[in-house]
Nanobody
């Protein structure tokens, strides 16, 4: 499974960005997709997560500002980020939990990461 993330960049505090992540490969089913982030010197943390059934959960620090959504037909997940703050600066990673034709067990797959920089 390959994950291609895009949409990162430089934005001023209070601005917005939209991240996209498309999954491809021998995918039978995607059980969940989500976004994690890792700031310099910090551990990777959950930002938002969405199951194939549409259930979502968010980190408390982004609740009300970020929205995760998906397009099951395109195996794509989005992260709309509004009211961005300098502390949102990080590399954002896409995650997909998927079953493939080679391995029916659901496994996590990670994208390459996209940098989001929020200036004050």
């Amino acid at each position: 499974v390959q994950l291609q993330a895009s949409g990162g960049g430089l934005v001023q505090a209070g601005g917005s960005l939209r991240l996209s992540c498309a999954a491809s490969g021998n995918i039978i089913k995607i059980n969940a997709m989500g976004w994690y982030r890792q700031a310099p010197g910090k551990e990777r943390e959950l930002v938002a997560h969405m199951t194939s059934g549409g259930s979502t959960n968010y980190a408390g620090s982004v609740e009300g500002r970020f929205t995760i959504s998906g397009d099951n037909a395109k195996n794509t997940v989005y992260l709309q980020m509004n009211s961005l703050k300098p502390e949102d600066t990080a590399v954002y990673y896409c995650l997909a939990v998927a079953q493939t034709s080679r391995d029916l067990m659901a496994r996590p797959y990670w994208g390459q990461g996209t940098l989001v920089t929020v200036s004050s």
